[in-house]
């Protein structure tokens, strides 16, 4: 059996799109171009991110989320019975002090018994998967980002009388899409998970509260389903899960450290990886990882995409030292915080910056583990 992917230096995923493509993205939504004629320009964009992926060293390499609107949107949206409705206003993200501007999600509703899975990523994985030699990694969003913003009242109770059944439903959706992509040859797939830092934060606690959810029921729900949608992955998949607290347009959502769930969540979840969060104080400290079982990986976030200014790479390799006082080393790796665009267009940060960035770890990595 081939080992599981893991890799000292990796990535969460999205990369900064070039504007030929963010254009031809609304160019496509205007009618002025057609899907197949869209699909030509991230096909061509698509290569040449690989291209700058492999040139740096990365050894796990992504499609940038190039056909994506932002991290969650259009693969949820292709699931069946599901309709998106407009932004929950309580649910803004917070401004960073340097970058004005307030980005609010969409919610999901629930209005058709769900189905599809088995068919959304597919494509989109075969494509990145010829443009590479190298290890292609997929990024799914959670679950939770389907039932979060709404909680019960978002799922129709004409097709759903029982949450129950709502939630086999899900995991059914999910475990059919694990299974076709790795018939189609993948073996690394990220589930991103950002909701499960709101139970951090007093706010988006009290959003869940206010609309009839017990938000310390459903973090170990979210936790349980979860294990549901990966529990028929092959032995030599790798499953990772991120975590980060809110990244679009260089703003965040949430704040609070992982010791509120890490006791209840850290051994509960069944994945392979841990991608967290720890570019800021947000995140606290290093001690919630004790409670990692054996041999589970952590994928230390200590570079930020949110703003361009360079880390200092001694202060890296000393956080580092810190958490290997925690957990061993060697299940231990470095990344980037989160995507540098977790929707279209992208954080506050240059594509120079982008690339100095990725390669600082890369360089950091190499000096820590060879």
């Excluded at 000292?8 to 995923?13: C, P, W």
Aim: glycine share 8%; charged share 30%; hydrophobic share 40%.
């Amino acid at each position: 059996m081939s080992a599981k992917p893991f890799f000292h230096a990796d990535q969460v995923g999205s990369l900064l799109r070039p504007q030929n493509l963010l254009e031809a993205r609304l160019d496509w939504k205007a009618g002025k171009i057609s899907r197949a004629d869209l699909r030509k320009i991230e096909d061509a964009a698509i290569a040449d991110v690989v291209k700058m992926q492999e040139d740096l060293g990365l050894e796990a390499v992504t499609d940038g989320e190039f056909r994506r609107e932002n991290w969650w949107i259009d693969f949820i949206e292709a699931i069946d019975g599901i309709e998106i409705s407009a932004p929950d206003d309580d649910s803004a993200f917070r401004q960073n002090p340097e970058h004005g501007g307030t980005y609010v999600p969409k919610n999901v509703l629930t209005t058709g018994k769900l189905g599809g899975g088995g068919t959304i990523s597919i494509a989109d994985f075969d494509y990145l998967n010829s443009c590479t030699s190298k290890t292609a990694k997929v990024m799914i969003p959670s679950p939770s980002r389907i039932h979060f913003h709404g909680g019960r009242k978002a799922v129709s109770e004409d097709i759903y009388p029982s949450m129950d059944d709502f939630w086999v439903d899900i995991a059914a959706l999910y475990q059919a899409e694990i299974a076709a992509l790795e018939d189609h040859g993948c073996r690394y797939i990220q589930i991103d998970d950002p909701v499960l830092t709101y139970f951090l934060d007093d706010r988006l606690r009290g959003n869940a509260a206010d609309i009839g959810e017990d938000p310390d029921k459903l973090l170990g729900l979210y936790g349980d389903v979860i294990n549901d949608c990966i529990s028929k992955r092959r032995d030599d998949t790798c499953i990772s899960i991120h975590l980060c607290r809110g990244n679009a347009q260089s703003q965040w959502i949430a704040a609070g450290s992982y010791d509120a769930m890490a006791e209840e969540l850290f051994p509960r979840v069944n994945v392979d990886a841990w991608f967290l969060e720890y570019d800021d104080d947000r995140s606290g400290g290093f001690e919630p990882l004790r409670f990692m079982p054996d041999g589970t990986k952590v994928v230390l976030g200590l570079i930020t995409t949110k703003t361009g200014k360079m880390e200092d790479p001694d202060e890296i390799r000393a956080r580092i030292d810190q958490a290997a006082k925690v957990m061993p080393l060697e299940s231990l790796a470095l990344s980037p915080q989160c995507g540098f665009a977790s929707i279209d267009i992208g954080n506050k940060i240059a594509f120079d910056e982008q690339s100095a960035k990725l390669s600082m770890m890369l360089e950091i990595a190499g000096d820590v583990w060879g």
